[in-house]
């Protein structure tokens, strides 16, 4: 947004080097910008992953699921809907339905046993 602010000032107040400015800002500036700041996405992205191994290891605290817990967190309304499905998304990619479901049946025979 300062880019296309700056070059606009220059280009209303008549100044010749605008077009420069615009070339350089868009070429050179914005790309180092995000390579040095990243996008808000990307930093979402890298939060969710630390979160999911937070979440693993935490797992092994309850007898929640990790997709039990995905689920339970959606429903509360603490993910959105973009969010949700890009957390399923990963957490399947990592672990299969059946998987989860064996686990589940496996804690649950541990629960029953004295």
Do not use: N
């Not at 300062?2 to 500036?29: I, K, R």
């Not at 790309?31 to 996405?41: I, K, N, Q, R, V």
């Not at 990307?42 to 937070?54: F, K, L, N």
């Not at 890009?86 to 589940?104: I, N, P, Q, S, Y």
């Amino acid at each position: 947004m300062a880019v296309t602010g700056f070059w606009l000032v220059a280009l209303v107040t008549g100044q010749e080097w605008w077009l420069a400015a615009l070339l350089v800002g868009y070429v050179v500036v914005v790309p180092l910008t995000e390579l040095l700041y990243g996008d808000a996405d990307e930093e979402a992205a890298e939060g969710s992953v630390d979160e999911t191994e937070a979440v693993q290891a935490s797992s092994a605290d309850t007898d929640e699921t990790p997709l039990e817990r995905l689920r339970r967190r959606y429903a509360e309304g603490k993910l959105t809907d973009e969010q949700f499905e890009r957390k399923l998304e990963r957490l399947l990619e990592t672990e299969t339905l059946e998987d989860v479901e064996d686990g589940a049946a496996v804690r649950e025979r541990e629960t029953e046993r004295p």
